[in-house]
C-alpha cells in the first residue's frame, strides 16, 4: 500500500505560479513511477505529467508542456509539480498517483496505469 498527501493549492491569478508537493508512505518511494493528473468540474479527470522512478524520464500533457516541471525527491518520499504561467483552464483539483511496478511505458499517461491516489488539492487560477 501507499499513501499520498498532496499539498500547495490554492488560488492564484493568472499567469502566476504555484508549486504542489506530494508526500509518500507506506512503500519504497523508488519503487514506483509517480504522475499528476487534474479534473476540473463537469470534466474527466486527466493526465498533466509523470516521472520515472529514478527522475531520469519525464512526460508531459501538452496543455503544460513548458510551464509545468515534475521532479521527486526519492530520500525524502517526495514528489514535487511547479507550475507557472498558470491560466484559467488550469483551475481544477490535482491529483498526486503512483503505479504499482517501475514500469515505464508508453501508456505511462493513461489513468488506468495508477493505483494509488491522493485526496486532491484545489488549484484556481483566476482572471
Known amino acids: 500500500q501507499v499513501q499520498l498527501v498532496e499539498s500547495g493549492g490554492g488560488l492564484v491569478q493568472a499567469g502566476g505560479s504555484l508549486r504542489l508537493g506530494c508526500v509518500a508512505s507506506g512503500r519504497t518511494f523508488s519503487s514506483f513511477v509517480m504522475g499528476w493528473f487534474r479534473q476540473a468540474p463537469g470534466k474527466e479527470r486527466e493526465f498533466v505529467a509523470a516521472i520515472s522512478w529514478n527522475g531520469g524520464s519525464t512526460v508531459y500533457a501538452d496543455s503544460v508542456k513548458g510551464r509545468f516541471t515534475i521532479s521527486r525527491d526519492n530520500a525524502k518520499n517526495t514528489g514535487n509539480l511547479q507550475m507557472n504561467s498558470l491560466k484559467p483552464e488550469d483551475t481544477a483539483v490535482y491529483y498526486c498517483?503512483?503505479?504499482?511496478?517501475?514500469?515505464?511505458?508508453?501508456?505511462?499517461?493513461?489513468?488506468?496505469?495508477?493505483?494509488?491516489w491522493g485526496q486532491g488539492t484545489q488549484v484556481t487560477a483566476s482572471s
Open positions: 498517483a503512483a503505479t504499482r511496478t517501475r514500469s515505464w511505458n508508453t501508456e505511462i499517461t493513461a489513468t488506468s496505469q495508477y493505483i494509488y
